[in-house]
């Protein structure tokens, strides 16, 4: 009974940082990569003010569920809601392990502009956007895995 409530909280948060990447692949990635340097600078520094810290957390939160999950369900190592849960929880890690690497040193970089010591800021701005797409596919894999095991 407990398993299955951590299992629902755990896709609530999973639909809540997958939906970010949703976002981005509708449209807003594109739209992104139209801005001029100073608007997308201005546009980063405003979320990240406001954003950061509470996606920090939900990511928190979703590895500490799916690693519950996990324990919870590890006699049936071979059974679907270990296996789509395993999926999912290394497509969160994944994914922030990108945001740390890339996504949120470019975002410093861009909390500094335009005194951040960078040639090519417009490069920087592309190679953000490629990489909250390649972070928005790992965590719509999240989402997926999750709905299949609670769908079969």
């Known amino acids: 009974m407990y398993t299955e409530k951590i299992r629902l909280l755990q896709l609530l948060v999973v639909i809540i940082i997958a939906s970010q990447g949703i976002f981005y692949f509708i449209g807003c990635a594109e739209a992104m990569k139209h801005l001029t340097v100073p ?57 922030v392990l990108i945001a740390l690497k890339g996504s949120i040193p470019i975002n410093n970089r861009f909390n500094q502009y335009p005194a951040g010591g960078v040639s090519d800021w417009r490069g920087l701005q592309l190679t953000w956007v490629k990489l909250i797409l390649i972070r928005g596919a790992f965590s719509f894999t999240a989402l997926v895995a999750l709905l299949i095991s609670w769908l079969w």
Request: net charge positive; aromatic share 10%.
């Open 39 to 95: 608007v997308f600078a201005d546009y980063r520094k405003a979320l990240d003010s406001f954003i950061a810290g509470r996606l920090r957390v939900l990511y928190y939160i979703a590895l500490a569920l799916g690693i519950t999950v996990l324990m919870l369900s590890r006699q049936q190592m071979n059974g679907l809601v270990f296996l789509c849960t395993l999926v999912a929880t290394l497509c969160i890690v994944v994914d």
